[in-house]
Each structure stands twice: as C-alpha cells, then as structure tokens.
C-alpha cells in the first residue's frame, strides 16, 4: 500500500502504474452536468371536496385538486445555441457552440413550471334488494414543458416533441386523460341459504392518452441534435403553400387524405400532444360464492374473476390504442436555399395508432379462501 495501511484506505501500487502508462491529455466523451443553482422542484397541492347525502339515501360527491409545480426539472444540451435565423413557420435555427459538441447535458430548471387541474364528480346509492351503484366523473387538464419520460439525461431531453429544444415551451402533458367515466355496479344475494353471493362490475371509460405528429428523421435540418432525431412537430400546408415544394414521389393525395380525415388545421405547426388516441373502454366481472367453513367459526369463499370481459367476447373491443412514442412520423422533409420545406415522402398509414397489448388482454382468475 502506498497511502495509509488497510483495506479501504490505501491505493495498492499497482493502480499507480497502470494510472502512469495512460497517456496525457483529457477525454472527449460527453457529459451529464447538475446546473451549480438547480433548485429542488416542488409542488403545492391545493384539495376542496364537497359530500351530501338526500334524503332517499343518493351520495353525491364533488372534488377538485389543483397541483402547481415550482422549479421543474428539465434537461438542456448545453452545446447548442440558436443561430439567430427561423423558419417561415417561426421555428428557431441552431448551431454548435464554438468547440463544443453536442452531448453535453445539464439537469436545471425550466423557467416554466407545470400545473394540473382534476375535477372529479361522483353519486352512489345502495339500495335495500342488494344492488349498489357508484356513477363517476372525472376531468383532467395538465400541462407540463418537459414530461421526463426516461431515466437517462440524452432520452429525456431528446424524447418531448418541441420546436424550441433550449426551452420547450408548456404543452399537454403526456399523461393526461382528459375524461374519464366509471361505473361500479355490485348485487349481493343468497343463492344458498345462508351464503352470500356477490356479482361485481366495474367499468371505465377514458379518453385517449396525447399524442403528436411529427416530421420524420428531420431534426438535423433546424439544427436540433438529439437522440431522437425525429420530434419536430409537423408542419401542414396549405392547398397551395408558397412555403413548401413536393418531390416528385411525394404522395400528396394520401397526405391530404390524412390531413382532412384528421382535422389538422391548414398553414399552421401542429401542437405537442395535441391529439388524443381512441378511447378506451374496459368492463372486470367478479364472482365471488361464500362456502361453509368445516368447524364454527370458519368460512370460506370461491371467487371468478374476468378482467376485460369486452375482449374476451370480442377482440374489437376493450382495445387500448395510443399514439407513437414522442410522435407519429408523418413526413421526412429537408429545407432548400430558399428557405422552403421540401416535403420528400409521406409515410402513409403511419398516423394510424398503437395497440398497447398489456392493457388490452383479457384475464380470468380463480381462486379458494379459506379463514379459520
């Protein structure tokens, strides 16, 4: 040992000579940096619920939550800054710092702070032949600048959909479900003496999670380096746009078959998760039958469940789709001299949505339990 004595303490020789045939010099790798001022994010939560019973026993049930966020983290590359040209459609033109490379990344805040709104509204009776019922309503507005899908600093900055990359602007967040409806049905009878017999039904109903149309494999083309490379929001013509030319395999016809069938707004830059994917419709049954226990005091019960009954009697339905991760690549473009977008081939039947098998597969579960 060379510096103090014992395990732990000492740099045993040997590492001092493989450290002195390194050769001089530093590394050229990237980096992943803490901003010196990054503050802890934060977030207040603000809650107000109401709940009144009538007089034939209907609860009714009002709650609102508001969450605001404070210092929210997001991830910048430190290396790129903004040429101080823009696109006809006002996107901003990037360029390396001088003697930097892209890669470098800085965990720091953004100087726009999230904010989620959840109103939820609820009525439940039980009524004396065995039958309760829990209708329910929620509505969800988030808004985020960078959802920080990711566990490492290179996918999280480069998976958000964005044309300003140094500061992403407030946007739908990814994990917004707009509406959601519920409904919770359970009858309880006695099919033997004694025993009771518990049916139960839930359902839900919930708008699509946000989703994006994006140009594909285009980043390079405003300067914006990431590993992504294709989370430019789409831009969308007009029928006769001075600002974008079509090569000569460009489909336009099926381009704007897509355009109309989904509603895009004509001479604008489509918004960060500004769709919503199908909604999703989903129904678990559970049976459960009490059995009699082998000496007093014991008891049993047997249970059957179906989770997504809908798939299982059909395989249209109780189907989750959701949009493609970051953004569902439309068009691969570039930019002539002249400044216009040259739309070179449309990726037709790529607006279509995902299916997200885990939550789209039925289930059935038996099982026995037994107290004593």
């Known amino acids: 040992m060379t510096d103090g004595e014992?395990?732990?303490?000492?740099v045993p020789q040997f590492m001092y000579d493989q450290i002195d045939q390194l050769p001089a010099g530093s590394g050229d790798g990237s980096v992943n940096a803490i901003d010196p001022d990054f503050e802890m994010p934060s977030e207040m939560k603000y809650a107000l619920?109401?709940?009144?019973?009538?007089?034939?026993?209907v609860i009714v049930a009002l709650d609102f939550l508001h969450n605001q966020k404070k210092d929210t983290a997001t991830i910048k590359d430190f290396a790129i800054q903004r040429s101080g040209g823009q696109t006809f459609d006002g996107r901003p033109l990037y360029e390396n710092k001088e003697g930097w490379r892209t890669g470098d990344y800085v965990l720091t805040n953004s100087d726009k702070d999230g904010e989620s709104t959840i109103l939820s509204f609820a009525v439940s009776k039980d009524f004396d032949w065995g039958l309760s019922a829990t209708l329910g309503y929620s509505f969800t507005e988030s808004k985020d600048t960078n959802p920080m899908t990711s566990s490492v600093a290179g996918s999280n900055y480069g998976h958000i959909a964005t044309t300003t990359p140094d500061r992403p602007g407030m946007a739908t967040s990814n994990y917004e479900v707009p509406h959601r409806f519920t409904l919770n049905l359970s009858y309880v009878t006695e099919i033997f003496d004694g025993l009771d017999t518990r049916f139960s039904l839930f359902g839900s109903a919930s708008d699509g999670q946000p989703?994006?149309?994006?140009?594909?494999?285009?980043?390079?083309?405003?300067?914006?380096?990431?590993?992504?490379?294709?989370?430019?929001?789409?831009?969308?013509?007009?029928?006769?746009?001075p600002n974008v030319v079509y090569d000569a395999g460009f489909d336009k016809a099926a381009f704007d078959a897509f355009v109309?069938?989904?509603?895009?707004?004509?001479?604008q830059t489509t918004g960060r998760n500004a769709e919503n994917a199908d909604w999703f419709v989903k129904f678990d049954l559970k049976i459960k039958q009490e059995i009699p226990g082998l000496y007093e005091?014991?008891?049993?019960?047997?249970?059957?469940?179906?989770?997504?009954?809908?798939?299982?009697?059909?395989?249209?339905?109780g189907v989750m789709k959701q949009g493609q991760f970051v953004g569902n690549r439309m068009v691969e473009m570039s930019?002539?001299?002249?400044?216009?977008?040259?739309?070179e081939d449309f990726n037709d039947g790529n607006e279509e949505q995902d299916i997200y098998n885990d939550a789209s597969l039925w289930e059935i579960r038996m099982g026995v339990r037994y107290t004593f």
């Open 297 to 317: 005091g014991q008891k049993g019960s047997v249970f059957l469940v179906v989770s997504n009954l809908g798939n299982m009697l059909n395989d249209d339905w």
């Open 335 to 343: 930019m002539n001299d002249a400044g216009q977008y040259v739309f």
């Open 6 to 10: 014992g395990p732990g303490y000492g």
């Open 49 to 57: 619920g109401a709940t009144y019973t009538f007089e034939n026993d």
């Open 260 to 267: 109309d069938s989904a509603g895009l707004a004509r001479g």
């Open 211 to 241: 989703y994006s149309y994006t140009f594909d494999g285009s980043d390079r083309e405003f300067g914006d380096s990431n590993w992504n490379g294709s989370r430019q929001p789409l831009y969308v013509p007009l029928a006769d746009d």
